[in-house]
């Protein structure tokens, strides 16, 4: 059975701390909450800290979070960080680093804020430096590290994380110099706004990096994240969709369009099981009513226990 989970935004902390009550009573399998320094979100870690304790069974995490320069989250900040939520939630914590989009808004929104963006190349090999430091803190090991982006001498990290040897860390990646980063060393990968078919194409080519990393593919849990608007009847389905495009600013033929679920529940959970077919062991909504919690019920309700 697929995993469910959703994703969470928002600067409205009391609507944030209905939204996880409401999915972690609900059963969903994870919840996360944005990270950055965009203007429609707090403080990812902050967040992820006060909203722990608000759950009792989901695991938790950042949507992503960035670990390719020291002035976003050097890797032992993030080390402690991501100890201390492990410890909130008694081990639930999801650790999900994200490479970054390559794109010119995305570039100029960090430098704004006078902090270099990198490279992809250089973030790439940057997020690959800071998981094997952040493992080591989380073993309890002496880091002496001396590498391009990061420089350690004789550090540690204590206490440990409640899950050991430390929380699973996924990769967001799509293009194959990240896929074959995420073939390499994560624990879960995730995707990003694609088809059923393209989703299992993807997971193929990840298939093949594991061989050649020499994991076998059941290593790697495997995630896509897509917009949800679950409607009433199939009458409204294309309304929705229509209201959907003018939100995102899309054009009719947009292919982020042929990515979202948009329907009826019985229309949305068929949406659910291609992804399932195609290789997908986890799947995160954004839902479109969100922070209303009408479509994470309505959905809920639909799904098998």
């Given at each position: ?87 909130l939630t008694g081990g639930r914590l999801d650790l999900r680093l994200g490479i970054g ?43 002496e590290h001396d590498g391009r982006a990061f420089t350690l001498q004789g550090a540690r ?149």
């Open positions: 059975m697929i995993a469910l989970g959703v994703q969470t935004w928002s600067t409205d902390v009391a609507a944030v701390e209905r939204f996880w009550r409401a999915a972690d009573e609900l059963g969903y399998a994870r919840i996360t909450y944005g990270d950055g320094l965009w203007d429609f979100t707090h403080d990812g870690w902050t967040m992820l800290g006060a909203l722990a304790t608000l759950t009792r069974r989901a695991r938790i995490g950042p949507a992503v979070t960035y670990a390719f320069a020291a002035a976003a989250h050097h890797p032992s900040w993030l080390a402690k960080r991501a100890v201390t939520v492990d410890h989009a390559e794109d010119p808004a995305t570039r100029a929104a960090w430098e704004r804020h006078g902090i270099r963006y990198p490279a992809a190349r250089e973030r790439i090999d940057a997020v690959e430096e800071a998981v094997g430091i952040l493992r080591a803190l989380w073993r309890g090991e002496r880091v990290l204590a206490p440990p994380p409640v899950q050991r040897p430390g929380p699973p860390i996924w990769i967001a990646a799509m293009k194959p110099r990240a896929l074959a980063l995420a073939a390499r060393c994560a624990d879960g990968w995730e995707a990003s706004y694609v088809t059923p078919p393209d989703f299992a194409a993807l997971s193929a080519r990840l298939d093949g990096l594991l061989a050649e990393a020499g994991r076998a593919a059941s290593a790697v849990r495997r995630s896509v994240e897509v917009d949800v608007a679950v409607v009433e009847s199939a009458s409204a389905a294309e309304r929705a969709r229509r209201c959907f495009a003018v939100e995102r600013r899309l054009a009719d033929a947009d292919p982020l369009l042929d990515t979202a679920l948009i329907g009826d529940v019985e229309a949305v959970v068929a949406g659910i099981e291609s992804y399932a077919a195609a290789g997908a062991t986890d799947l995160m909504l954004g839902l479109a009513d969100f922070p209303s919690t009408g479509m994470l019920e309505r959905l809920a309700r639909a799904l098998p226990r």
